[in-house]
């Protein structure tokens, strides 16, 4: 086993002058830098591929939901946001969502159901914009969940690009 040991300060860098000279140089700098301004709501930001906004679910073509009630999304969040309640049908898939509710106030827009997920059916997208006028109106079910696959097309490409 080695010892490393750390190189001795001299008597200027234990006075921590030489830093706080940086910082202030840096301070300095962005301060004479040209200012930016968006002009929001009449100019909006157009956020990357890579942005984590509103988790929506990816409705297929056929208008059925990816998501087969795996509750997996639920169990990993770690606010305690999503709710899922599963029932059977007699289609391919053998299981189907009754209840899936997303409490956006609780959210904390983490991206681990969206990571979790075996069938890629929970996506975050790129809204932003989220006002409500009280806590029963945040708390969003599959009517304000269920997103066609279209609009969703560039976080899926990221998606399938990163994995």
Do not use: H
Not at 28 to 39: A, D, E, G, I
Not at 52 to 62: F, H, K, T, Y
């Amino acid at each position: 086993m080695s010892i490393i040991k750390e190189k001795d300060l001299t008597l200027l860098e234990k006075t921590y002058i030489p830093q706080i000279i940086k910082g202030l140089a840096l301070t300095w700098k962005q301060m004479f830098r040209p200012k930016f301004t968006r002009q929001y709501p009449e100019e909006k930001w157009a956020p990357p591929a890579s942005f984590r906004g509103r988790p929506v679910l990816v409705q297929e073509d056929n208008g059925q939901e990816r998501c087969v009630a795996c509750s997996l999304c639920s169990r990993v969040c770690p606010a305690l946001a999503i709710e899922v309640q599963a029932g059977e049908t007699e289609r391919d898939k053998e299981r189907y969502p009754v209840k899936f509710e997303i409490n956006m106030v609780r959210c904390i827009f983490c991206g681990f159901c969206e990571e979790v997920c075996p069938e890629e059916a929970i996506v975050m997208s790129d809204e932003y914009e989220l006002v409500f006028s009280s806590q029963e109106e945040a708390i969003f079910g599959k009517d304000k969940l269920l997103v066609p696959k279209e609009k969703l097309q560039k976080r899926i490409e990221y998606l399938e690009e990163y994995r």
